[in-house]
């Protein structure tokens, strides 16, 4: 059987999940929770990702994220084949991290965003992992994210829940509101049949039947697209890394003939390819041949070793 067409969008929304290989528990030691959180953070920036809520369970993660770009898969690449070589290599074991292929349901931003990142915040009470009065000090949420407004991210945003969940303000007693009625929907079961909870993590779509309908005709679109070989989507991808890279040798005071004419292990040029590396999806091939700076073992090796230098404590 074929597999069904990723929806992709600007600014498009979504409820991902995916779990464990043969549901092995992949999150059960504090590392491995950090590790991809560490990730899932520079996919963020990398894709340049809004993330809206996200939950960690011992098994499986769930995500509601939003793609300004439009790069869902590209990114979801990333993200899980970076964390399981990372994952591997601190373990020391090899294979397959996940069961498989992602599930992402697109959601509706009017009717679906605020009651997916409520369903995601809710998971660990639901799975006995944490009481509901406790929720707020459990680690491995984004309500972490907005209680601790000094390390919030650029990339995270809690506005819509807030917003769904009685017209809350991202402030103090906001925040404060937001958990008592995190406490309240725990309780209510009428509150969440009413939000379709039980549909959060099944079909393909999170919204009003009109909502899906538009979907499915833009999915035809895509698809007819791809039937024609349609290149638009990677043409513009390409002029965008053309863009980013123009704008970061002109900062560098750096031409083209530069490029052609330094030594590939050049100093300068191992700064741009980290950056566009955190900035982008540039991958390293495409790095070596931008910047004339060998294969792309060759661009890896130098960039890792720019950053274990410059993240290393100072003496």
């Known amino acids: 059987m074929a597999r069904p067409l990723r929806f992709e969008g600007e600014g498009a ?22 590790a991809f959180l560490e990730c ?51 373990r020391k074991e090899s294979g397959h991290l996940f069961q498989g292929r992602y599930k992402s349901l697109v959601v509706d931003p009017g009717e679906g965003l605020g009651p997916v990142c409520h369903y995601i915040h809710l998971n660990p009470v639901r799975a006995g992992l944490c009481p509901v009065e406790e929720l707020g000090e459990w680690p491995w949420t984004s309500l972490r994210l907005l209680l601790d407004t000094p390390t919030r991210p650029r990339w995270y945003a809690p506005e819509a829940f807030l917003a769904h969940a009685g017209e809350l303000k991202d402030t103090a007693a906001g925040r404060k509101r937001y958990l008592a009625y995190l406490g309240w929907l725990a309780e209510d079961e ?6 379709r909870f039980e549909r959060m993590s099944k079909g393909w779509a999170i919204g009003a039947a009109g909502f899906r309908a538009e979907l499915l005709k833009e999915q035809r679109g895509q698809a007819a697209a791809l039937e024609r070989g349609d290149a638009d989507l990677a043409a513009w991808r390409e002029q965008e890394l053309q863009k980013r890279l123009a704008e970061l040798l002109r900062r560098a005071g750096r031409t083209a003939e530069d490029i052609a004419a330094d030594k590939k292990s050049a100093g300068w040029k191992v700064e741009l390819a980290a950056a566009l590396k955190r900035e982008s999806n540039a991958t390293n091939r495409w790095l070596g041949e931008h910047l004339n700076m060998g294969g792309l073992h060759d661009v890896s090796r130098r960039v890792a070793a720019y950053q274990r230098e410059i993240t290393k404590p100072k003496a």
């Not at 809206?52 to 690449?77: D, F, I, K």
């Open 190 to 195: 009428p509150a969440r049949k009413a939000l």
């Open 13 to 34: 929304l979504y409820h991902v999940i995916n779990r464990g290989n043969y549901r092995s528990d992949l999150f059960r030691t504090v590392g491995a929770k950090e």
């Open 40 to 90: 899932l953070g520079q996919a963020c920036e990398k894709s340049g990702w809004v993330l809206h809520a996200w939950c960690l369970m011992s098994n499986h993660y769930h995500l509601a994220l939003e793609t300004p770009a439009g790069n869902l898969v590209e990114g979801m690449q990333w993200l899980q084949a970076t964390f399981a070589v990372r994952f591997n290599r601190m």
